[in-house]
């Protein structure tokens, strides 16, 4: 590459006096040399006609090099961009029209909820049937029980599993006080959109207060959804 | 005769005045001067006068008794003999700027045969075809360097190519236009030359 980087005008001063001293002397060299700098004459004599011939788009594009797009940057076409924006459009005004004053309703307002009584597994009781709806979804009582004899414990953890096994919800509430007696219940309310066919299982567990758990109940029913 | 290497036989044959040796003589070395000069002199006067000093004094040396002691040196002599006249020729551009001067009018063209000609014309197709074969972006690259004149690395930065990239554009373009190139005008080299 010494020829190349000899007509690139590449070589320092001294490099450049050594290089010509070899190139007169050695003939390959010089041919090589010869071969290039006549290629560079008629390339700069050509050029100017060649570039100007070509189609314009063709020149267009080749002034600069070409940048590399990102192909993310596409979806910001208006082709793509002003669809999807519209779509978003209606989406949104579809939440904000119907979906969240629907939800805001619910929320706000008192419903009814059936409560389905249920049995300690436990305790001896067999699979429960319980009937409800998707629209109102159901209530399951859940009992804390404090007996006397009972260790303390300073929280319960309900764990709640679908048909398929699989951790539906889990959540804590605080012992009830020192005066409490017998058993304290809660509603474990489900929506109705959560709600499958099939058996699901509540696991009470107390926690004590080095954080060990142990499970002191467990209920189990075969939800039986009406619509 | 095939010339391989300069030798005591050429130089003996350039003092006696071999025609056929002095032009080649003229013509390789004077491809060399012409590649060699243009870099540093801006004027094709001044570059003229240098490569014909160049050749005066290399001649008269070599007539003397004694000659030159290496005759395989020839090339080497010739490009040292260049370089005291283009040393000499900064000075006296220096003090007077009469060859190196701007705007003095260019020297005609010297007359070419037929040959020649179409030779000309053949080496000027095979370079389009060349040029023709890169790709744009190549050719915007050589153009920015070599017509343009513009700095290397801002070109290259430019581009989004290092300097290797550029020197190994060249050199395949250079390779592929060599063939042609000795096709033509080669045989003025000593490796093919006939004299």
Redesign the interface.
């Known amino acids: 590459m010494a020829a190349e980087r000899y007509l690139l005008d590449e070589l320092t001063p001294d490099a450049r006096e050594a290089f010509e001293e070899h190139l007169f002397d050695c003939p390959e060299c010089a041919l090589d040399l010869r071969a290039g700098a006549a290629f560079v004459d008629e390339a700069k004599a050509q050029l100017p006609e060649i570039m100007a011939s070509l189609p314009a788009p063709a020149r267009a594009g080749t002034g600069r090099p070409k940048v590399k797009r990102n192909h993310w940057l596409a979806w910001w076409r208006p082709a793509f961009a002003a669809p999807a924006f519209a779509a978003l459009l209606i989406v949104l005004g579809y939440q904000n029209l119907v979906t969240f004053p629907a939800l805001r309703t619910a929320a706000n307002q008192p419903r009814l909820v059936p409560l389905a009584p249920l049995h300690g597994a436990t305790r001896g009781a067999a699979h429960l049937t319980v009937t409800a709806d998707r629209k109102h979804g159901v209530a399951l009582p859940v009992d804390l029980p404090l007996e006397p004899g009972i260790a303390n414990y300073i929280s319960y953890s309900i764990d709640l599993y679908d048909p398929q096994g699989r951790l539906a919800f889990a959540g804590v509430v605080a012992a009830p006080g020192e005066g409490a007696r017998g058993d304290q219940p809660f509603s474990l309310v489900i929506p109705g959109a959560m709600l499958r066919n099939g058996a699901y299982s509540v696991a009470v567990s107390g926690v004590a207060p080095h954080g060990e758990r142990t499970v002191i109940e467990r209920y189990v029913y075969d939800l039986l959804l009406t619509d | 005769m095939q010339f391989h ?1 300069f030798d005591a036989g050429y130089v003996q044959s350039l003092c006696a005045g071999d025609r056929r040796t002095q032009e080649h003589f003229v013509g ?2 004077t ?2 001067l ?3 000069l243009r ?1 540093r002199l801006q004027s094709l006067h001044a570059i003229e006068d240098v490569r014909q000093e160049t050749f005066a004094r290399v001649l008269t040396v070599l007539r003397k008794d004694g000659g030159l002691r290496q005759p395989e ?1 020839l ?2 002599f ?3 003999v260049c ?1 005291h006249v283009l040393f000499e020729q900064y000075r006296s551009s220096s003090r007077s700027e009469s060859l190196d001067a701007e705007g003095r009018p260019e020297l005609p063209a010297l007359g070419a045969d037929a040959l020649d000609i179409v030779a000309a014309r053949q ?2 197709e095979k ?2 075809e ?3 074969d890169l ?3 190549d ?2 690259l ?2 920015a ?3 343009d004149e513009r700095d ?1 690395d801002e070109v290259c930065r ?4 290092d ?1 290797q990239y ?3 554009l ?2 395949r ?2 390779q592929e ?2 063939a042609e ?2 096709k033509r ?2 045989n003025q ?3 093919a030359a006939n004299a």
């Open positions: 290497s390789y070395f491809a060399l012409q590649v060699k870099s040196r090339g080497a010739v490009n040292t370089n080496i000027k370079v389009r060349i040029l023709l790709s744009p972006r050719r915007s050589l153009k360097v070599f017509l290397r430019e581009f989004g190519v300097r550029l020197r190994v060249l050199h373009a250079k236009f060599k190139y000795v005008i080669g080299a000593p490796l």
